[in-house]
């Protein structure tokens, strides 16, 4: 089950994706599709059904986005999380291996087309969470388990 959190940064992109989708991308497939069903028999036109297609698919993501927008708890900044890894924040964290991360803990809404970004609901943001810098988590996955040492948490403000 996914956790339904949503930083205020991330709460502003689904809503202009919603404005963008209802404003500009729906009206201009609906032109799109209203031309082509001009053109005479829909049985054989590419245009038709592609936009057509298209505008099934923006429809159903305007009705998610509502539905996201309505149903999501906006997680603000709160000066109590300072010094701990809440939801929001920003962490750098070292593994075993020595390898590197800065990530940042948000809703898994927030996720596509943000490589440094990890759910709530994954497995190394459970251990992370309400642990303070120099504090190292044990994380077990599918691959391997990994110990994280934390080296700084930052927060949006």
């Known amino acids: ?24 991308d729906r009206p201009e497939v609906t032109r799109k599709v209203s031309w082509a069903a001009t053109l005479g028999d829909r049985s054989e036109n590419a245009d038709y ?14 009705l998610y986005l509502r539905k996201c927008i309505d149903d999501f708890q906006v997680i603000q900044y709160h000066p109590h999380q300072e010094g701990k890894v809440m939801f929001g924040a920003w962490i750098e964290i070292e593994n075993n291996l020595g390898l590197k991360k800065r990530l940042r803990i948000v809703g898994y809404e927030e996720l596509i087309g943000n490589k440094d970004h990890i759910s ?4 190394i943001a ?32």
């Open 1 to 24: 089950m996914r956790t339904p959190m949503i930083t205020p940064e991330g709460l502003e992109k689904l809503k202009e994706e919603l404005n963008y989708l209802w404003k500009e």
């Open 120 to 123: 709530i609901d994954s497995p």
């Open 49 to 62: 059904h592609y936009n057509k297609r298209r505008l099934r698919e923006i429809d159903k993501r305007i």
């Open 126 to 157: 459970k251990a992370l969470l309400k642990k303070q810098v120099g504090d190292e988590v044990e994380v077990t996955t599918p691959a391997a388990t990994f110990t994280w040492k934390i080296h700084k948490i930052e927060y949006v403000k």
